[in-house]
């Protein structure tokens, strides 16, 4: 798959959900930073057992050679939930000016690292 500049980007390897989906009855809402959803978006993954307005596939990342923080929000004074080793592979759901929300799975859990902590962003 290529980018709007043409470049390749790694993009996960999930299936579109089949068969019928819908509104099936109550769903317990999962804790932040758990699951990779939100109200405005989740991971195609999910896309079978939760409502979102919007489901992703991911694209994939890696973590930068220093290690990255995975915060509960976007803010820099968030709580970390998670700390990554260099070479880790995030799964990369939304992107903003200073952080992008990603994943390690459609199980989590997932949160908010800085942008400048992952490599090859520039392809997306």
Known sequence: MRGLDGAAVQVCDYAMPTGKLGLMGPVA?????????????????????HLAAHYVVPHRAKVGAQGAQMLD?????????????AGATVEVLDMGAHHVWCCLGPEGPSGYILTERLEGLAEF
């Open 29 to 49: 809402k999962p804790a932040p930073g758990t699951l990779p959803l939100r109200g405005d978006l989740a991971h195609i993954a999910l896309a079978g057992t």
């Open 73 to 85: 929000t976007a803010r820099s004074d968030a709580e970390v939930s998670v700390e990554l080793n």
